[in-house]
């Protein structure tokens, strides 16, 4: 194990052991010591590592007995072990880059979960941004947003519904910046057709659509950071 910041990838080893559930809930880990020797590095190391897991709520030490996990659920793990999503400075297209990876698979499995009051908050939502749009106000960014996360709710899936959840204010961030950049105008007909192929329950039809409206507004980025650049 490198030398250089030996606690972070220590870090790293127990988060891996608790989410694996190597290390469950009430458990008691592996001491310090033998946790250095383990991984070859210094006992202050881990010493720092555990201190930050204790800091974070996963972990409790009890004096004279040793060190124990937490019953913490996952959402919490999540929560705490991934502050820095919140902090770093990531840009549009980095943001939207996520978006064109997760979010077509997504709409496959919101439909293979088909439910009718999902469908009408996302006809709800375009109709929002429909009447929003010409005044390019912040409701068109919040409806555009509300759109995207339901259908990520929709997929039934707890991990990604947690993971969406936790990084909401950087895409908040985002969808106001991309609607102040390249405008709402072109987003509502694209919503529209994604949930016409939601309501025919065509899981790869809507994904395309999903994906394609997501690299249009990439390109329409990229363009226009171009031409300012």
């Known amino acids: 194990m490198s030398k250089l910041n ?6 790293g080893v127990i988060r891996e052991k608790i989410i694996s559930k190597e290390w469950q809930a009430g458990m008691k880990i592996t001491g310090e010591v033998q ?3 383990e991984l070859g590095v210094s006992r202050a190391s881990v010493r720092g590592a555990m201190e930050q897991m204790v800091a974070m709520g996963l972990l409790t030490r009890r004096r004279g007995d040793g060190t124990y996990v937490n019953d913490v659920s996952t959402g919490t793990l999540f929560q705490d072990l991934f502050p820095d999503m919140m902090l770093s400075g990531y840009s549009a297209l980095e943001i939207i880059d996520f978006r064109e990876i997760i979010e077509p698979e997504c709409v496959k499995r919101f439909i293979r979960n ?7 908050k996302l006809i709800t939502c375009c109709d929002i941004m429909e009447v929003s749009a ?4 912040t409701k068109f960014a919040d409806a555009d947003l509300d759109f995207h996360l339901i259908i990520v709710e929709g997929c039934k899936n707890p991990v990604m519904i947690k993971v969406m959840s936790i990084v909401r204010e950087i895409l908040e961030y985002y969808q ?8 709402p105008q072109t987003g509502v007909k694209e919503h529209r057709r994604i949930i016409e192929a939601i309501s025919e329950k065509d899981e790869e039809l809507a994904a395309l659509l999903m994906r394609r409206h997501i690299q249009r507004s990439k390109r329409d980025i990229k363009e226009l950071l171009t031409s300012k650049g």
């Open 35 to 37: 946790l250095a020797q």
């Open 134 to 137: 010409e005044r390019n106000s």
């Open 176 to 183: 106001y910046s991309a609607n102040e950049l390249i405008g």
């Open 6 to 11: 030996t606690s972070d990838q220590v870090l």
């Open 114 to 120: 088909y439910d009718e009051e999902q469908v009408q």
